[in-house]
């Protein structure tokens, strides 16, 4: 699986029916992803006073953050991705190292990619050393995915249902869920390396659908847990 990825992800809100008319017309020019509609988990690593979200909502030219994420429900035989996201001039750079969650019973994180060797495992402890984080925020979302046909470098991807808990890795599937969107809400985003496809921004024209700056996480800070007082 790939582990390197450099690439433009705009972001879109939209509708439920908009998206509806979007996957009709990828149908003629993409596939969907073999694992259909499937669950989307992922924890984010922050400091206790929530330092990271809150430099990278500044918009800054240069952010980067940190997040564990797996697919489907969690077994034993699950294995978990984690991912050092870095943004610069709008190319997003995703550096990712793999291993089974179960290795999280006895190994933290940080134990887990101290043994390991490779320049993305280094990188990924000198952004841990760097900032004193720890699991902060649990967000989960279904997920549609499509892949260009013969275009190997696009991606569209449509995200609905989103919700996050304030929790640990160790307890992540208790507490209180607090959806992000709106009930006829999903997102989307469109990921490519190079230009995008001329019939996909005429069919983004013709259905008034124009990128929008927008973090889930970001969207859980500012709209929840920044005005929370007993969040630590």
């Known amino acids: 699986m790939q582990s390197i990825f450099n690439r433009r992800e705009n972001k879109y809100l939209v509708t439920m029916e908009q998206g509806a008319v979007l996957q009709r017309k990828l149908t003629q020019y993409m596939t969907i992803d073999r694992h259909g509609e499937y669950l989307v988990q992922n924890l984010y690593f922050d400091t206790d006073d929530w330092e990271i979200i809150r430099e990278s909502i500044e918009r800054p030219m240069y952010k980067e953050k940190l997040r564990l994420r797996f697919y489907g429900q969690k077994t034993r035989e699950s294995h978990g991705f984690l991912e050092l996201k870095k943004k610069f001039h709008g190319i997003t750079y995703k550096r990712r190292i793999d291993f089974p969650l179960c290795e999280l019973e006895s190994r933290s994180i940080r134990e887990i ?11 990924i402890i000198f952004f841990m050393q760097r900032k004193e984080i720890s699991e902060k925020i649990y967000i989960a979302y279904a997920r549609i995915a499509y892949n260009g046909i013969g275009d190997g470098d696009l991606r569209i991807t449509f995200d609905k249902d989103v ?15 607090r959806q992000i969107l709106k009930p006829n809400q999903m997102i989307m985003e469109i990921k490519t ?4 496809p001329l019939w996909l921004a005429k069919t983004l024209s013709e259905n008034s659908i124009f990128p929008v700056p927008f973090s889930k996480f970001g969207v859980c800070y500012t709209g929840y847990i920044g005005g929370m007082s007993n969040v630590a």
């Open 193 to 196: 390396t190079g230009a995008m």
């Open 113 to 123: 990619v101290s043994s390991l060797d490779s320049q993305i495992s280094r990188e």
């Open 163 to 177: 919700f996050f808990r304030l929790i640990s890795f160790n307890n992540y599937d208790s507490g209180e869920n």
